[in-house]
């Protein structure tokens, strides 16, 4: 059926990995006929979960979109990733969500997920609802978790349907707002006594936050006159989109009870996209318009080998396949071509998308995820979505010597649908570094380079960019002296080394008088130098912090050149630095560690076994602490795992390049050995 804005909700599903998301979807799906059976995760064969890694891994990797009609409407609902590695994906949903739907389970109740998704559409300033799943497992215990919710989230939290037990098994589920109850099948039963006193518990607590919304339904609930019909649905409504109301459903995906309720429920209180937010742009906010010139919002991306798939969000007027719109960030002209409504893996063919609604274009191969498509002029570019800096680098190396070029195409169309991590090539160590957000992300890139590109990639830690410099002043000639037939070679130089800390660059210095070398030799003296500190003398890391003065040396007038005198620079080189009190440099950064106080003990004795030395605490204002601290790069790199094992995840942090000091002698060893173990292999 043709739908327009006011019958669409695009509903962000989430919650800690393994809390149901991706079945409840399922249920959504086959309750609606979207599908004719169930799929199950351990089968592979989840309408949501269709990627290969997915389905491999047994659980969500990417956001998937999926169709559901109810009552009249459309629900896009937006199954997303549980797991933290794939938090990027949470990002891209919520730009194109109007509330959020965040599943945790009767007897696991709030997880790490939980709290993020709450703290994410908090955030984002988008409603949230809730969903206890799993109310079919022994022990499920739905007013525990609901007060644990309380505790935690705030007294906006309130249940809209709860469960009639017989011990821990639910016989029929109760509509709070409906005043009604049914069993698991459907069929009506009666409310029972201490069910009717939990609805009267529970309305008074909603209509107390209903009468918040407005100041007129403020007096009527000071009068005690009861709201009207219409009332309470608008206030319940404005309840939810202001975040004064947070409801709470519950049901089994797998029995299949408490799915109508939920869906009656967003069809009924969610906003829909004109309700919904306004976009941000540059210079301010774009709000959705179905009046409007044709617009859409490009929030995805799936690339593979055989072409890229662009899932948008129209965002004015009406998107139409015969269209050319423009791309507001490169001004190029796209023809729309062909366009899909999505379902998981299967897309189904479209002429038109109303305002509001979610599509899919196949093959417009310029555009990228965070692009605008309008009629030129008539919409602002909307801004692009924020990822968190990827903080867990690992060098990317091939298994196959010469398909390096392959792994970095490979990765490049992998980073068009995921722009949570980033691809750079290191210019000192030249290693390919892949940064995301921890083991099981980059674990994920390498397999898809494998499956879909078919090129294996192997991680290895990336190398530490050490540097080397001296700490004691040596004076050292460097004779260079060879006879052959013919002209031979002579150059010969005395050359003090210091230790500078005006410039991290060699400084060169000419003190030489009376012409014992010739000035046209003195640069050759310099660029024999400066060949030699891009190695230092302990483990061949580039030298800093050096001072290097000519004072004296000797030529001859026919055989000296300036290969001699470079190459009897070098032989100074290589003998006095030595000699100089050479030692290795480390980077050391800015390290910001964002945590509940509660680990701040273990936070701080970890950083002590890195080297680290803390110098502040603070608190965020958010019921965060941030530990500052500055520390080596080289105990950071297993950071992002640790962290996140410390803290179950709720941990975050940032690291900023700072300056360069000296590594401890006791360090130093392992570093020098490492160094020659890796100049050996190459």
Known sequence: MAYTAKDI????????????????????LFDTKAIDRMGKI????????FDAEEIKRQYSISTSVLPVEWNKCKINVLDNPGYFDFAGEIVQALRVAEAGLIVLTAKGGIGVGTEKAWKALKKADLPAMFYISKMDEDHANFFGVVDAMKAQFGNSVVPFVFPILNGDKTVGLVDVIGKTAKKP????????ADAAAKVDEYMAIINEQVAETDEALMEKFFMEEPFTAEELQKGLRDGIRQRTLTPVFCGSALEGFGTAELLDAIVRFAPNPLEGKPLPTEDGEFAIDENGSPAAFV???LSDQFGKNSFFKVIS???SADQSLTNVRTGDAEKLGNMFYPKGKNNTKTASICCGDIGVFTKLSSVRTGDTLAVPGKTPAIRGMEFETPNYKMAVVAKVKGTEDKIAAGLTKLNEEDNSFTVDTDKETKEMILSGVADIHLGVICSKLLGRFKVEAELKPAKIAYRETIKKTVEQQGRHKKQSGGHGQFGDVYIRFAPQTESEDMIFADETVGGCVPKNFIPSVEKGLRNCIKKGVLAGYPMVFLKATLYFGSSHPVDSSDMAFQTAAGI???????????TLLEPVGNLKVYIPDSYMGDIIGDLNKR?????????????????EAEVPFGEMSSYAIDLRSMTQGRGSYTLEFVRYEEVPQMNQAKIIEEAKKDAEEE
């Not at 100074?572 to 050479?582: N, R, S, T």
């Not at 080297?611 to 530990?627: A, E, F, K, S, Y």
């Open 42 to 49: 351990a089968d592979g064969n989840t309408t949501s979960d």
């Open 572 to 582: 100074a080189y290589k003998e006095g630095l030595p000699k100089a009190g050479p």
């Open 611 to 627: 080297r680290g030395r803390v110098m502040g605490m603070n608190p965020t204002g958010d019921g965060l602490q941030v530990v």
């Open 317 to 319: 007027g009406t998107v």
């Open 185 to 192: 099948d459907g069929s009506k039963m009666d409310l029972p």
């Open 299 to 301: 929030f995805k991306t």
């Open 9 to 28: 909700r695009n509903i962000a599903l989430l919650g800690h990995g393994g809390d149901g998301k991706t079945i409840l979807a399922e249920r959504m």
